[in-house]
């Protein structure tokens, strides 16, 4: 439902376009003296109370009614000219600047067209109203109209604008929000791969001192409880990381390779490793990560779920890749060797698989021989992303939503600059010659009161040449062309100004055998 106050504004916007366009209505009615207040002031000023605020909703039909007061205007005797052209015009801009397709309006204003060339035809109209009706009234259609769209076009461009510049700063704090939530991922996910790999470590020791026969059974369940109590937290720790997405590439490791499997060595986990292969100068940093979350990941799950059992972890460099493997045999006293998705939520193995994927490798997990593998290679160079051009899709996704938005409104605009230079063009191209070819028909059949005072009866033609235009007047009406004439003669008209809008009075010289018989001034009304 509309708003009240967009309701007022709109009243008062149509009262004061109905106020400017009746007061040029008034002033034109004086100006030409009319004779019927009523036709000629009161129903205009009805049609335009009617058509101002029909504007709002069928904009074509009020320029189709105001035009209806320009045609009318044709029957005017004394000239076509009245100041409802105003009225059309403003009417006209109007439907450019609140009709957003094109097809519509230009049907509008040719059926306007139509309908003013059809009054001519009907009224009989002499050729000055015609000149009239295919120059003065197109106008008044055509480049209003063009200047409507001009200006919808500016509008909606500084809408469309303000509507990119509040996405975007509302993309900018959602920006903010996912580089916390990134931040705070990070945290948790250097919590899940060091903090759980160290409290893993903790409850291997912790049991292998349960073992010990120097304790008390007091002693032994306190190390058991203890134990428990690791384990526990493990899986806390486990479940509080789980909801949260590995973010991508993390920031140097704080120790090696070597430093882990030392570690875990020293804390009596069985490691075998061996580094296989050469490798020029340095690993890539993030290669070098990457092999430090598999062996730490897949050393967490073979404590974690085949306590005891042997650990063997292979590193090959090879020409362009690494290969690392990490194998654990089955668990001591009979325990089943770790499958990657005990007790735990797997989360971890689907982390470090993203890890993998994300650099452009590739990892595989499942069970061997009689315990469980884990192997990723690892490219030294990562492949480079597909690059995308704006307002095309593939791989990467569809296009951003400004890319495509650009895209609409430059084609939107290129229509708009042609349909404002072909219309004016075509409009040219059909009006112009019409028009150009009556006004020097007009204009070069005038003679001049001074001249026509100069021209005596009974003088023959070649002594009057020099006081004759070039050419008659090819357009009289038809009741001055029937007007008597003297027996036997052929009668001439000529203009006496050259005033193309208004009607003047003509002169009539009749000649028989080269010789002047009459010569007679006709009035205009």
Known sequence: MRQPHIRTRHVLTDTALWTVLATATGYGFRDAGGDSPVLDLLLPLAVLAVAVPLSRLRPGAAVFLVNGLCAAGLADSATPANAHVLSLAALSCLLGARTARARGPLAVLAASLAADLAACAVLGVPAV?????????????????????????????????????????????????????AERADIAADMHDSLGHVLSLVALRAGALELSPDLTDRDRADVAELRGTIADA??????????????????????????????????????????????????????????????????????????????????????????????????????????????????????????????????????????????????????????????????????????????????????????????????????????????????????????????????????????????AFPYPPDHLRSAPRPAGADCEFYRSGRDLLAQVDLYRLCWSDGVLVSKDTLKAT
Request: glycine share 12%.
């Open 129 to 181: 109203w015609w000149f009239y009706a295919l120059t003065v009234l197109p106008t008044a259609l055509l480049l209003p109209w063009l200047a409507g769209r001009h200006w919808r076009g500016r509008r909606e461009l500084v809408r469309e604008g303000w509507r990119l510049a509040g996405s975007l700063e509302e993309r900018q704090h959602l920006v903010a929000e996912r580089a916390r939530l």
């Open 234 to 471: 493990v899986e806390r720790l486990r479940e509080t990381v789980a909801v949260l997405h590995e973010p991508g590439e993390q920031g140097p490791e704080p120790d090696t390779v070597e430093d882990l499997l030392g570690r875990a060595v020293a804390s009596g986990v069985p490691v075998r490793w061996e580094r296989r292969g050469t490798f020029t100068g340095t690993l890539p940093p993030l290669v070098e990560r990457g092999t430090y979350r598999v062996v730490q990941e897949a050393l967490t799950n073979a404590v974690k779920h085949a306590p005891g059992g042997r650990v063997r972890v292979g590193i090959d460099h090879g020409p362009g890749r690494t290969r690392v493997s990490v194998v654990n045999a089955a668990a001591r006293d009979g325990e089943p060797a770790a499958t990657g998705a005990g007790a735990g939520s797997g989360r971890g193995l689907t982390g470090l698989r993203e890890r993998v994927t994300v650099l452009g490798g590739t990892l595989r997990t499942g069970p061997y021989q009689d315990g469980f593998r884990v192997t990723a290679v690892l490219p030294h160079q990562a492949p480079p992303r597909p690059v995308r051009r704006p307002g095309t899709t593939g791989a990467a996704g569809p296009a951003p939503e400004s890319a495509e938005r650009h895209v609409e409104v430059r084609r939107a605009a290129r229509r708009r600059a042609l349909a404002a230079f072909a219309a004016p063009a075509a409009a040219a191209a059909f009006f112009v010659p019409a028009a150009v070819c009556l006004a020097w028909q007009l204009t070069t059949g005038v003679l001049p009161p001074s001249r026509f005072a100069g021209l005596e009866p009974g003088a023959s033609r070649t002594d009057l040449a020099g006081l004759l235009p070039a050419r």
